[in-house]
């Protein structure tokens, strides 16, 4: 048998749990009313897919004309139901994101425990790949799992060539890859520096150059909008907020317990500066890293950007929590099941951090700030009493 069929039918049963969930979810899930919002990012993807469908033109806001991929294949589905064919679309790319998410995991060697924990935080958190986008389903965000996660496996692989295919794609789907394969080309050449970089490094700077330019002439295609900001401005322009309003941190660390809980918590338990001498360890904090300025710098719904940096958080997170004793591991997952907000099925916009009054968002940063502090308590009392008696 084929080695790629076994994989699928060793498998089999992972891909029919995830299936099974999509389709409760579906069944459950009442998708949001954009017509009470209106800020959504909906409303700009729906002006992409009306110019792909009919022809329609209308002014498009940064960044969302640059992610004109989603919204087009979106547009080929025969049919005039935007949320529908936005369905089918994520659900093309829910498959391949998990499939290969395990890829990696498997990569890496992360054991079959862990890789539960991961895949189950991915599949019912609220803010996860299938809830949220059956919740908010005219978006762009799923395909982004996908796309990430392949550029880091091909990366430690060292399969630089295909990112010549792969870069244009992922950046059409969203801008946001390009700071990845910034950060790739920077690990490699600093990991590589003394064994003749440029001989595979030139595939990563020329596959990230050649997508940049594709990028840029099919953008040059679509109609010109007035607004021509960059993601350097963006950054820029939240930095000044963050400067005027500091409880922007406040918002941030309890956006970022709503998204991961308290399992984050393991990268900084066990972290030794020994680790950097593996590229591998080193790009995944350095992505890590990237997605945690994204969630206070990229935008006002902290807790989604930092969701979308599930390929490298939970990845780094799981990572050091499988060398854990488990007692630590049960406590932490034990005081990080609140984030995942199982019941109700139905999504609130009212649990989001990022947009609620400040007296909300100060007992969420309590609950995270003071869990955190139990565990790490737990963690000197239960590493002390492990040490061996001379």
């Known amino acids: 048998m084929p080695q790629r069929l076994s994989f699928f039918k060793k498998d089999l049963w992972f891909y029919t749990i995830a299936i099974l969930l999509y389709g409760l979810f579906y069944w459950l899930s009442i998708p949001r009313d954009y017509s009470e919002c209106s800020l959504c990012d909906a409303h700009q993807y729906t002006k992409l897919f009306e110019y792909f469908k009919f022809g329609t033109i209308s002014q498009i806001k940064f960044p969302f004309y640059n992610r004109p991929l989603i919204p087009w294949l979106s547009s080929l589905i025969p049919g005039s139901d935007i949320k529908l064919h936005f369905d089918v679309i994520n659900f093309l790319f829910f498959l391949p994101s998990l ?33 949220y986008n059956l919740y908010d389903p005219v978006t762009v965000d799923v395909p982004l799992y996908f796309f990430q996660t392949l550029g880091f496996l091909l990366f430690i692989r060292k399969d630089y060539k295909w990112f010549f295919i792969v870069v244009p794609f992922a950046l059409l789907q969203k801008e946001s890859f390009l700071v990845e394969m910034l950060v790739l080309v920077v690990i490699h050449f600093i990991y590589h520096w003394r064994n003749e970089p440029w001989r595979n490094g030139k595939y990563l700077v020329l596959a990230t150059i050649t997508g940049v330019v594709i990028q840029k002439l099919i953008l040059a295609l679509l109609p010109g909008q007035l ?35 308290l399992i984050p918590i393991f990268i900084f338990v066990n972290f030794r500066r020994t680790k950097f001498q593996s590229s591998t360890y080193s790009t995944l904090v350095l992505l890590c890293l990237m997605y945690g300025s994204f969630g206070l710098l990229a935008g006002e719904d902290m807790t989604r950007i930092l969701f979308l940096g599930f390929p490298f958080i939970m990845t780094l997170s799981l990572m050091e929590i499988q060398k854990s004793k488990s007692w630590p591991v049960v406590l932490t997952i034990f005081l990080s099941l609140v984030s995942l907000r199982i019941s109700p099925f139905q999504i609130d916009a009212k649990w989001s951090v990022d947009y609620a009054e400040m007296s909300y968002v100060y007992s969420w940063a309590i609950y995270y700030l003071m869990s955190t502090i139990i565990l790490l308590i737990f963690f000197f009392f239960h590493n002390k009493r492990s040490q061996p008696i001379n």
């Open 99 to 131: 499939w290969i998410i395990r890829k990696l995991w498997n990569e890496l060697e992360l054991k079959a425990w862990a890789q539960g924990l991961g895949f189950m935080w991915l599949l019912v958190h609220w803010t996860g790949i299938i809830r």
């Open 227 to 261: 607004d021509q900001r960059s993601s350097f401005d963006a950054i820029l322009y939240h930095g000044h907020l963050v400067i005027q309003d500091p409880t922007r941190f406040v918002r941030w660390f309890a956006a970022m317990g709503s998204a991961f809980g």
